[in-house]
């Protein structure tokens, strides 16, 4: 075989994974329309309940810097309907007159700063006065639905060790937090909920993540500065059967509201996927070879690029297509139009605010600010990108808020 020759079987193997990619989601769509007509059922409300008890769940709240955002959460859990539970909050690098302890919450102040998410839960697990049956990890500015802990309960009973909550966006008034709260709707739809129906593990994310605390043990990170949720997923979904999604236990996160802000968290997400990327590769590759389709699936979608890199591609591939084969380029023009159709059908079955819809047109803004961040990936290496939080809001004022829209 010459190298011309091996150029081009490997030019046709990355489209083929890259149109892969680009019909996930229409996959997605085409399977929830086909359940809607077959009026199947919930995976979670057919399985039946395998222990009698109620579990114990720890959270871990880490917070560094500020402890505004502390009072709202805590007053979220506080609402919960289910009470076996209690809370640590790491308050890192934090005012330690601000005293949050009370029955059910017991406040810790590093005497060394940790600058880490990674650091903040293993100190809290070191201070932990008994071991719980599960932990759940927060970030301070999260606020929780009262019955978040009871539906990961419920989850839990029938014998799922490792459940990730739904996000739900805080606020929406700006058109960046309308375009970060798009990429939530889109996401937990294609890779958390459709997953979780079709009897796969759903991807896990850095907060409202629950997971048997026995399982946590023995896990290992390359380094403090980012990444906890990427380490984590792959560790998990060695360890059990299927990482579930529990819709119903909704987790209201803020959404960022500028373009510098977007910037620097996409900076850190795409220095940490990059990151982990060759664990993901491995997990892969032990996956086809224990022939556990699950794990393929679940690794192949891991190793994927981000979506802006994938839509740069398929747009080469088309426009590269024109001068090798038109029926070639046509079909990626198909493909691409399936994914934007996809795209818009999601975020409008997930959301009726018309206000996204008018949100679409910034997208391009919004992809510009993420090629920005992936060129600045290096200072995620070296430094910890903390996110600045700004919306200091109650679960109360969101509830009453949804039940005012109605």
């Known amino acids: 075989m010459t190298l011309v020759q091996l150029l081009k079987i490997l030019f046709i ?19 929830r329309g086909i359940r ?9 409300d057919k399985k039946p309940v395998l222990y009698g008890k109620d579990f114990t769940f720890y959270f871990i709240v880490t917070a560094h810097e500020e402890t505004a955002f502390i009072p709202p959460l805590l007053d979220s859990i506080r609402r919960q309907t289910y009470g ?14 601000a005293n949050f302890d009370d029955g059910k919450t017991i406040t810790l102040y ?26 759940i990890i927060l970030d301070a500015d999260n606020l929780i639905h009262p019955g978040f802990l009871s539906e990961m309960n419920t989850f839990f009973k029938k014998g799922y060790q490792v459940v990730q909550a739904n996000f739900k966006a805080k606020n929406t008034d700006t058109p960046f937090a309308r375009m970060d ?41 390359k380094d403090y500065l980012g990444g906890f949720d990427k380490k984590l997923q792959v560790h998990l979904a060695s360890q059990v059967k299927q990482i579930a999604f529990a819709k119903d236990a909704v987790l209201y996160d803020e959404k960022i509201s500028d373009g510098k ?56 591939f088309m426009t590269a297509n024109i001068f090798l084969s038109v029926y070639t380029s046509i079909a990626w023009a198909l493909l691409l139009f399936l994914f934007l159709f996809s795209f818009i059908s999601i975020i409008r079955i997930q959301s009726k605010d018309n206000r ?35 919306q200091v809001i109650y679960i109360s004022d969101i509830l009453e808020k949804k039940t005012t829209s109605r």
């Open 356 to 390: 996204y819809l008018k949100t679409l047109l910034n997208i391009p803004q919004f992809i510009f600010r993420q090629v920005v961040a992936a060129v600045k990936i290096k200072k995620a290496s070296k430094s910890f990108l903390k996110t600045t939080h700004t």
């Open 261 to 316: 802000a977007l910037e620097k968290q996409r900076t850190r997400w795409i220095s940490s996927q990059f990151k982990y990327q060759m664990e993901n590769v491995r997990f892969l590759l032990k996956a086809l070879k224990e022939l556990n389709m699950n794990r393929v699936y679940f690794g192949f979608i891991n190793i994927r690029p981000p979506l802006f890199i994938l839509l740069a591609l398929a747009l080469v």
């Open 84 to 97: 076996n539970q209690l809370t640590y909050i790491v308050a890192d690098c934090c005012d330690p007159s």
């Open 110 to 135: 590093p005497a060394t700063p940790l600058n880490s998410k990674i650091r903040s839960i293993e100190y809290a697990m070191a201070a932990f006065r008994s071991i719980p049956d599960a932990v």
């Open 36 to 44: 809607q007509l077959l009026r199947a059922r919930n995976k979670i």
């Open 181 to 221: 709260s798009m990429g939530d709707l889109f996401n937990f739809f294609v890779e958390r909920e459709m997953r979780m129906e079709a009897g796969l593990s759903s991807a896990i994310w850095g907060a409202g993540i629950a997971f048997d605390y026995k399982l946590y043990q023995g896990i290992r990170y």
């Open 13 to 31: 193997l990355l489209q083929l994974i890259v149109a892969v990619y680009l019909l996930v989601p229409f996959t997605a769509l085409l399977f």
